[in-house]
């Protein structure tokens, strides 16, 4: 329920969050007016009290989420993936969010895995651990497997998950509405957007059966990667509350000194982290969504080992190419192509002037060429960019905002690996090889067959399409002796098209 009863809840948060210290960070970063400061400050100072203080370590804001319990740490989580609306800074800040939780009991976790399974623990498994890890929705177990030995890790969702979230979910709508009525000025950043999106991806992992399935196919989409693994879902250990993988071995990618002292080539890992990525947005349309340090081991072989995949990125073919444009504007430092391409895609509205977009772009893009390969950051380059859309009237491009935070993150963890990375000069082949593959005569050639295909499966119904069309156009019965001319009229058109689309294969070749 949205009501008034999360006046409550919304006077608890803001206490929490008063308390911690993380109320001055948001209002600041809101821009909101002074009047509206001072009387939050004042409203919530008279709550504080009833805030949690929470661990006095950690940073405002993820100390004030982390106090709150587990939905508010993974709507912190969420939150890093939409830089426009927290900024770089604090989306990178949210990123890193430390969602260690106490575990629960290990009973619990036996008893929801022989339920949802229908299993004898003891009988399936040879070994069954504590749990290793432990995070805002589930847990994972180290386990074997009594059949054959072969090592598994076994998440678990967290008991009355399900109702707990669905609780805070209700009382985040009713303050995105409330933010929304008292800043204005909010509203083109949609709160309430925000907060639908938080829970459309909630929901899909709180059902392990869907981030099973994201696991399988992007095992499958990256399995001719050399250096890259994604572990093997066993389905038949799987359900909607429990998921079962192979066991992951290696090194997190954030222990640099393990990772030196075990003899890996760290300057080749950054590198390779960053161009899988870039391989996984553009080749494949399909991305992992989370790929922070926490979620990437190194093998002993020197694989890159990819772990959770509750948050999987998407994107289609027509915005996949318009996205390596931009890349590959960027780099070539075309601003003037950069700005048209924004256009034609209906990123920025018809009555902003090109040149002047142009000019913008190049302020952004020779301040990060005129610096040392050291200084090149993905991170100042978006952030600039939003705000030179958001002059522009360009609105928030949805489909986009996780590929972008996802690349802020991948830099970071291609930085951390390799200091010196330079990383428009790594991502400088793949983008081209992939223009070259989705913009030249190739894929005019592809474009055409696809065309031809779904024209042959509407082949058979276009007669009667177009006699549908003309009889609803006419306002009255056709006469049946049309039909025989409209038929072979359809058939006209199938064969003008067959024959259109030869002739471009042939001046193509």
Do not use: C
């Amino acid at each position: 329920m949205r009501g008034p009863h999360n006046i409550w809840r919304l006077i608890r948060t803001g206490a929490t969050f008063a308390r911690t210290g993380a109320l001055r960070e948001i209002l600041a970063a809101l821009d909101a007016p002074p009047l509206l400061r001072f009387a939050a400050r004042a409203v919530s100072w008279t709550f504080a009290p009833l805030g949690k203080r929470g661990d006095p370590t950690l940073p405002p804001i993820t100390r004030a989420l982390r106090a709150l319990g587990p939905a508010y740490i993974k709507f912190g989580q969420t939150l890093s993936t939409r830089p426009d609306v927290v900024g770089e800074e604090l989306a990178l800040e949210l990123t890193y969010l430390q969602d260690k939780l106490p575990p629960f009991p290990t009973d619990i976790a036996r008893a929801t895995v022989e339920q949802e399974l229908g299993i004898s623990v003891d009988a399936v498994f040879s070994e069954f651990s504590d749990a290793v890890a432990a995070a805002s929705i589930a847990q994972v177990h180290h386990a074997r497997l009594a059949a054959d030995g072969r090592e598994v890790a076994v998440k678990v969702l967290r008991p009355n998950i399900e109702r707990e979230f669905q609780t805070d979910i209700d009382a985040f709508h009713f303050f995105a509405a409330v933010i929304e009525f008292l800043l204005p000025q909010t509203r083109r950043l949609r709160p309430s957007d925000v907060v639908a999106h938080f829970e459309s991806v909630v929901n899909g992992e709180l059902d392990l059966r869907l981030e099973s399935a994201s696991a399988s196919e992007f095992a499958e989409t990256t399995a001719d990667d050399p250096g890259f693994v994604v572990p093997k879902v066993d389905w038949r250990l799987t359900s909607k509350r429990v998921m079962t993988l192979d066991w992951a071995e290696g090194i997190p990618a954030n222990d640099i000194e393990r990772l030196r002292a075990a003899g890996h080539d760290l300057e080749d890992i950054g590198n390779r982290v960053l161009r899988l990525f870039l391989s996984h947005a553009l080749r494949d349309g399909l991305f992992h969504g989370d790929m922070h340090h926490g979620n990437l081991k190194i093998a002993p072989n020197g694989d890159i080992v990819a772990l959770d995949f509750g948050i999987m990125g998407r994107i289609d073919d027509y915005t996949r190419r318009v996205y390596a444009e931009i890349l590959y504007g960027f780099i070539r430092r075309d601003y003037q192509r950069l700005a048209e391409i924004h256009f034609e895609a209906g990123y920025v509205p018809a009555d902003q002037d090109v040149g002047e977009f142009a000019r913008a772009l190049r302020s952004v893009g020779e301040p990060i060429f005129g610096m040392d390969a050291t200084g090149i950051s993905m991170g100042q380059l978006l952030r600039h960019l939003f705000e030179v859309t958001e002059r522009f009237g360009m609105q928030t491009r949805t489909e986009l905002i996780l590929l972008q935070r996802t690349m802020v993150v991948v830099e970071g963890v291609a930085r951390s690996l390799n200091p010196h990375i330079n990383i428009w000069a790594v991502a400088q082949p793949v983008v081209e090889s992939y223009i070259a593959e989705s913009i030249g005569p190739r894929a005019v050639v592809r474009d055409i067959a696809t065309t031809l295909r779904v024209l042959s499966r509407f082949g058979p119904r276009l007669p009667v399409i177009a006699e549908t069309l003309l009889i609803s156009q006419n306002r009255a019965p056709a006469p049946r002796v049309v039909h025989r001319p409209l038929r072979a009229l359809g058939y006209f058109a199938m064969g003008a098209a067959f024959s259109a689309g030869v002739l471009g294969l042939f001046w193509l070749i």
